[in-house]
């Protein structure tokens, strides 16, 4: 499925359950436009009309060859299988980051407030992108969000952010394929 990809490639979760939690696409396209000049694979993910929708005006922005759309035709179990395939992945706060980032690929979730530790977010290898600082024990809660706050996270924020995400050191995940396994 990610063949015809370069070796480094980004899981990119493009939607979220609710649009105040969906990254602005053109901040997307700010975002992914240098890393598709630098080589970078991009394999985006999602699912419904409107992330359909997201991913394409993406693909048809940045036109590179090596943009692999893959929204809307997995499930999550296999959308899990694609994220440990590929180098880092990058995403809304959304169930497909989450189970990404468990399975110890390098994450960078892109947030509204300040991702709590006591939802489990201590994973040294998910960094969290958010418009406010340090977590300060208050939680922003769906009422006071608004799809303008994720507009200030820049795609130039999220670039430097990235460079941060490369540099930290990840858990040994499970290989794809055993050397001598026939699958048969």
Same mark, same amino acid.
């Given at each position: 499925l990610l063949a015809n990809l370069p070796e480094k490639k980004i899981f990119v979760a493009i939607g979220a359950s609710f649009p105040d939690k969906r990254w602005p696409v053109?901040?997307?396209?700010?975002? =992914?436009? *240098?890393?598709?000049?630098?080589g970078w694979g991009i394999v985006l993910v999602g699912h419904g009309a409107e992330e359909e929708s997201i991913a394409s005006q993406i693909k048809n922005k940045i036109q590179s060859d090596y943009i692999l759309d893959l929204t809307s035709k997995l499930n999550f179990v296999n959308m899990s299988g694609v994220a440990n395939l590929c180098t880092v992945a990058v995403g809304n706060d959304t169930g497909p980051m989450h189970i990404t980032a468990l399975s110890g690929v390098p994450s960078m979730v892109i947030s509204d407030y300040v =991702?709590? *530790?006591?939802?489990?977010?201590?994973?040294?290898?998910?960094?969290?992108?958010?418009?406010?600082?340090?977590?300060?024990?208050?939680?922003?809660y769906k009422s006071q969000r608004s799809a303008e706050t994720l507009r200030k996270i820049t795609g130039a924020r999220a670039l430097d952010e990235f460079v941060k995400l490369l540099a930290i050191d990840a858990p040994v995940r499970p290989c794809s394929t055993i050397e001598g396994d026939s699958h048969e």
């Open positions: 053109d901040n997307w396209i700010d975002f =992914l436009s *240098p890393l598709a000049a630098d =991702l709590p *530790p006591e939802i489990g977010y201590l994973m040294p290898w998910l960094l969290p992108v958010t418009v406010f600082g340090q977590h300060d024990g208050k939680t922003l």
